[in-house]
Structure formats: C-alpha cells, structure tokens
T-cell receptor, first 118, second 116 residues
Framework: GAVVSQHPSWVICKSGTSVKIECRSLDFQATTMFWYRQFPKQSLMLMATSNEGSKATYEQGVEKDKFLINHASLTLSTLTVTSAHPEDSSFYIC??????????????FGQGTRLTVV | AQKVTQAQTEISVVEKEDVTLDCVYETRDTTYYLFWYKQPPSGELVFLIRRNSFDEQNEISGRYSWNFQKSTSSFNFTITASQVVDSAVYFCALSRFYNQGGKLIFGQGTELSVKP
C-alpha cells in the first residue's frame, strides 16, 4: 500500500504557542488529504479536507482560525494548531488517497501525532 | 445522512476463540464503500478491507472474514482463532462512491482484547 508519513509523532507544547504537524505522501501524489482528530477512547472525527493549491474545507464546528491547513504541494499538507490550549490536546491523524486514479481507493493514514498542551 | 454504528464498545476473548465485530451503517446512497481499519496501541490506522456496495460476496483473508449483507445494512468482521496480536481497536467506516479521496465516516470503534 501507499505510504503516508506524519511528523512529529508526539509533541508537548506550552499553552498559547503554535504547533505545526506535517503530513507527507511518500510514494504518490495526493491532491486531497484529510485531517482527523481523535480523543481518547473515541472515534475519528473529520476536521477538514486539504486541497492542493486551494483553501481547505472545514467541517462544521471546526475553527478555521485555530486549525490552519496548508497544502502547498502534491505531497505535503500541514496542520498548524494556533494558540494551543489544553483542550486542544488530542491525537491528530492525516490521510491521503490516490482516488483520482482509482475512484473509491482506500485512504492511507499517517502514524498520527499526539499533541499535549500544558 | 450517513452513519456507522459499532454497538460493541469492548470485547474480551481468550486466545484461539473466534470473535465477530458488528457494524451497521446508514446511508441514502445506492452506491458506497465500506471499510475496516485496525488501530493498534501505537495509533496508526491499518487498512484491512474495502467493499463496494455492488459486491455482496463475502471475503476471507487468512483468519479474517467479512460478511456484507445489504438487506440488513451490516458489514461484520470475524476473526477466527484469535491471537494476542489481534488486540486493537477496530473501526468500520463508510464513504460515498466518489469518496473525494478517502473522506470517511467512522463508527465508534470496538476495542478487542485477546488474552493468552
């Protein structure tokens, strides 16, 4: 299967600072990537759709100004959590798929990033 | 609206037992995809299977098997002769046919614990 790499795998930051998480498709080009958030013992909730060369599409209830998404190239999307607070502590995971070549292709997920805001 | 329900929050079995994880979905689409993913303690999601709504054939892959029944909107997952390494959270997910590159709606997940 395709490889999606996410970095860092974990990060601890102070309240009020910003944190950037990277998601890379290593062996294929992904015009669309997705960012999910997962609280402990809960399911994955889609936060936003990251589109290469255009603005991200956010799901209802997700603060655009807090979770900045940039998809500057066909292999890289970044999620920046701005002015992080303890309630932003969570597991963030990205996914990518080459659906342009295969409609319905499965999504491949990064390793996830565990963010802890202290 | 689309929805996936995994009613079993936690399941605990002893090694070598068979176990079935239930998944029920709701969608108004006539064409769609269903998926199962495994999430071990490390956190990454491992793809297990994709099934499109056109194909109701059951599938077997080693100790894993899947039963897709469109009439009851279910897509159940059975592990035969479970092993300790099967311990993980398993997610069932649904996407639209033209799924925008993997936009998935996940169930709540079932945490499987296989004890030696």
């Amino acid at each position: 299967g395709a490889v999606v790499s996410q970095h860092p795998s974990w990060v601890i930051c102070k309240s009020g600072t910003s944190v950037k998480i990277e998601c890379r498709s290593l062996d294929f080009q992904a015009t669309t990537m997705f960012w999910y958030r997962q609280f402990p013992k809960q399911s994955l909730m889609l936060m936003a759709t990251s589109n290469e060369g255009s603005k991200a599409t956010y799901e209802q209830g997700v603060e655009k100004d807090k979770f900045l998404i940039n998809h500057a190239s066909l292999t890289l999307s970044t999620l920046t959590v701005t002015s992080a607070h303890p309630e932003d502590s969570s597991f963030y995971i990205c996914s990518a798929s080459y659906f342009e070549e295969r409609p319905g292709a499965e999504a491949f997920f990064g390793q996830g990033t565990r963010l802890t805001v202290v | 609206a689309q929805k996936v329900t995994q009613a079993q929050t936690e399941i605990s079995v002893v090694e070598k037992e068979d176990v079935t994880l239930d998944c029920v979905y709701e969608t108004r689409d006539t064409t769609y995809y269903l998926f199962w993913y495994k999430q071990p303690p490390s956190g990454e999601l491992v793809f297990l299977i994709r099934r499109n709504s056109f194909d109701e054939q059951n599938e077997i892959s080693g100790r894993y098997s899947w039963n897709f029944q469109k009439s009851t909107s279910s897509f159940n997952f059975t592990i035969t002769a479970s092993q300790v390494v099967d311990s993980a959270v398993y997610f069932c997910a649904l996407s639209r046919f033209y799924n925008q590159g993997g936009k998935l709606i996940f169930g709540q997940g079932t945490e499987l614990s296989v004890k030696p």
